[in-house]
């Protein structure tokens, strides 16, 4: 079993919080950081049962072997191109969006996005994505981001539910 370090430790138990908590989660973390040991923490963390990770299909093997090292408990993991997430068929729990900036097209979303958009309504979200600020996990909130999945000014409703 891999041991994570601190802060993808710390990053993941945040994670698995804010995804309670809000439903969606973005990893913003600098390049070669190991977002994705910490979103299948974060996945593990949040006792997901069936995950789905779509990524790029150069990743696949990379996303495997790091399911293999850190041998979570929790959960089994399917992971797909996002060429061929159309196919994605289980019944899951857990949806994680490797690179989801890549998603976002102005003003018109893309064939790919609706699809995945299509796969995740209603399940909760990892998103994890390489960016050159803080490492931390966020949800973002009016602060004009547009998630390409989420759309514009997503919060929390007083009842604790997501609202537009």
Known sequence: MIQLRKYQNNIAIQAAYKLV?????????????????????????FDAQSVLFITKLKAIPSIKADYEALKPVNFQLDVINYESAHKAKGKYDLVIIDEAHSLGAYPKPSKRTHEIKTICEGLPCICPAHHHRKVTANYITNSGYVHPLRGRNTRLSTSGQRSM
């Open 21 to 45: 908590a809000f439903g969606c989660c973005y990893l913003s973390m600098e390049c070669r950081t190991g977002k994705t040991i910490t979103a299948l923490s974060a996945a593990d963390n």
